[in-house]
């Protein structure tokens, strides 16, 4: 099978972090159970003579989550006064492609989100699902920058900025995530006095964002509107995904105990993220998977009080994990993973305040 040349440089990227895990003895422990699983995984695998290669795509784009963590947080322990610096240098220059390549929408270049429809802007990304997974990341971390640095009425025309480009973008998951953010960072964050701003905020949103509507947009809002005339809330928020679950999920069912145990692999996908972790990877999986994400999850609820960034750690967490139960491609996203790892490894910089310096 010949690899293309993203798949080709990131198989590359994924070997550098294993070298760089075992030679440097990180999370050694870790690394060789993750192995054994993938040796066990394939042979499996071979056996009911399913595609290998597709699977260890699909599946590499986790375990490049799990090295890279293991790898900054490691960094973070040797080194806590460049690390945040890195990541926040990182962050930055990647949220700033970001936006750009959503803005370059607005003068007819890049892609659109939905092509048949013409709708949306995705700038010179693949994938627009994806997107929400770096968006869970991005927006509400510079959200609280701005808000912990700059004035609220900075931090006002910073959240409209961001629900603006959610719209760009046309995905329910997009528009969601900027709004819900726009609200919460406050109120964790504020004092009384300032968590007042989300109303002012909450009638600012509507009364622009009427002005700003394009015609892309409205048809956005037409499109979403079908959905839930058509089946209601559940079918605005999953698009049809149960009814792939229901079609694609009876050959795992029906499947013997090892297939259950392990999965069928070969990159099956439902759109939701637990539900193609259980038909690739069966029960074994979800185990080992979810066990990942619920410790990034429950590590970040525990500094939640103790670092600077905890909250907003903690909240960017629970969003992923949300959206990628509704929309999926999050968690084998090889767009999201470096950037859930770098997030989930600033929980072991001990900072009470932001550096002067950023």
């Not at 956005?220 to 229901?246: P, T, V």
């Not at 259950?260 to 038909?279: K, S």
């Amino acid at each position: 099978m010949i690899f293309p040349i993203s798949q080709s440089y990131k198989l590359l990227v994924l070997l550098l972090m294993i070298y760089i895990c075992i030679h440097r003895k990180i999370g050694i422990v870790s690394v060789m159970l993750l192995f054994f699983y993938i040796a066990v995984l394939f042979l499996h695998l071979s056996f009911i003579n399913e595609d290998i290669p597709s699977t260890f795509i699909h599946l590499s784009k986790f375990v490049t989550t799990i090295l890279s963590f293991l790898y900054f947080r490691d960094i973070s322990f040797t080194n806590p006064d460049k690390s945040f610096s890195v990541i926040y240098y990182i962050f930055k220059l990647n949220f700033a492609i970001l936006i750009i390549n959503i803005l370059l929408g607005l003068i007819g270049v890049g892609y659109y989100t939905y092509p048949t429809e013409k709708l949306g802007f995705k700038g010179f990304f693949y994938a627009g699902n994806e997107l929400a997974g770096i968006i869970s990341i991005f927006f509400p971390f510079f959200l609280f920058i701005v808000f912990y640095k700059k004035t609220k009425l900075m931090y006002l025309v910073f959240a409209l900025f961001l629900v603006f480009v959610s719209a760009l973008i046309g995905t329910k998951s997009a528009l969601l995530i900027s709004v819900i953010s726009s609200f919460v960072i406050p109120y964790m964050y504020g004092s009384q006095k300032e968590r007042r701003i989300v109303t002012v905020m909450l009638i600012s949103i509507f009364v622009i964002i009427s002005f700003l509507l394009v015609h892309e947009e409205i048809e956005m809002i037409n499109r979403m509107i079908f959905f839930y005339e058509k089946g209601g809330l559940a079918y605005l928020l999953l698009s049809s995904r149960d009814e792939y679950w229901i079609e694609r999920s009876r050959e795992f069912f029906e499947g013997s105990f090892g297939v259950q145990l392990l999965g069928l692999g070969g990159n099956r996908t439902i759109e939701m993220d637990p539900f193609d972790t259980l038909v690739n990877y069966g029960y074994l999986g979800v185990m080992i998977v979810y066990s990942v994400i619920f410790f990034f999850i429950y590590r970040s609820f525990k500094c939640r009080n103790q670092i600077i960034f905890g909250k907003v750690i903690f909240f960017s967490n629970i969003l992923i994990l949300l959206i990628s139960t509704l929309a999926g491609h999050i968690y084998y996203s090889a767009m999201s993973s470096l950037f859930i790892a770098l997030l989930n490894s600033l929980t072991y910089l001990k900072l009470k305040y932001l550096p002067n310096n950023n």
